[in-house]
């Protein structure tokens, strides 16, 4: 079946330091990926997306996503946070047989400490 | 550009009452979708419509209609509603060979 899950539900890190949330997925290709942040009240906005080429992705807010097939991985990172980081952030993953019908990953609450 | 529009944002209903949300885009996207999100379960796909007059059923679809009369207009109907119902209700279109999710700020929905 196909799947997308976040196995880190919370996530405390300090402001400054560095950040890496986990993404897997269960596809038997290659799907499309993406990484969705949503700030508290707000509807969600897309950081980044990787649909072929290169495996680094660099998006929005200085976040990017490394895709390795290997390990059906799609990780977000961040090299130094900030305060205004504190949010929700969603993997997701599409499919070419499926093209449209999105799957969301339960999501990872992100609180940055001072 | 406005984006992505949901109408109402907040709402409480009574337990057997129905109700409509209203999702308007300006973007002439040709996919829309109705999410709902509760805690620790992400985002769920109601009904989505990849085009007007056309619409589809997702992941939890019961208890729920949608109508796509118009390209730029998806509405949510909740003909007798439930408890099971409370939840924050996500409009979202793409226009179809980006992938790009464009979302509305959230329906807000209390059922009691």
């Known amino acids: 079946a196909q799947s997308v899950t976040q196995p880190d539900i919370h996530i405390t890190v300090s402001e400054g330091a560095s950040l890496e949330l986990r993404c897997n997925y269960s596809?038997?290709?290659?799907?499309?990926l993406f990484w969705y942040v949503q700030s508290p009240g707000q509807g969600l906005q897309l950081l980044l997306k990787?649909?072929?080429?290169?495996?680094l992705v660099q998006g929005i807010k200085g976040f990017e996503a490394e895709f390795k097939r290997s390990q059906s991985s799609f990780n977000l990172r961040k090299p130094s946070v900030h305060w205004s980081d504190a949010a929700e952030y969603f993997c997701?993953?599409?499919?070419?047989?499926?093209?449209?019908?999105?799957?969301f990953g339960a999501g990872t609450q992100v609180v940055v400490t001072p | 550009n406005a984006g992505v529009t949901q109408t109402p944002k907040f709402r409480v209903l009574k337990t057997g009452q129905s109700m409509t949300l209203l999702c308007a885009q300006d973007?002439?996207?040709?996919?829309m979708y109705w999410y709902r999100q509760d805690p620790g379960m992400g985002l769920r796909l109601i009904h989505y419509?990849?085009?007007?007059?056309?619409?589809a059923k997702g992941e939890v679809p019961d208890g729920y209609n949608v109508s796509r009369l118009k390209k730029q207009n998806f509405l949510l109907g909740l003909e007798s509603a439930a408890p099971s119902q409370t939840s924050v209700y996500f409009c979202?279109?793409?226009?179809?060979?980006?992938?790009?999710?464009?979302f509305g700020e959230g329906s807000r929905l209390t059922v009691l």
């Open positions: 419509s990849v085009g007007e007059g056309t619409t």
């Open positions: 973007m002439n996207h040709e996919y």
């Open positions: 997701a993953f599409m499919t070419t047989d499926s093209w449209g019908k999105f799957q």
């Open positions: 990787y649909f072929s080429g290169d495996t």
């Open positions: 596809y038997g290709a290659t799907p499309y």
């Open positions: 979202a279109s793409i226009y179809h060979n980006t992938g790009e999710l464009f």
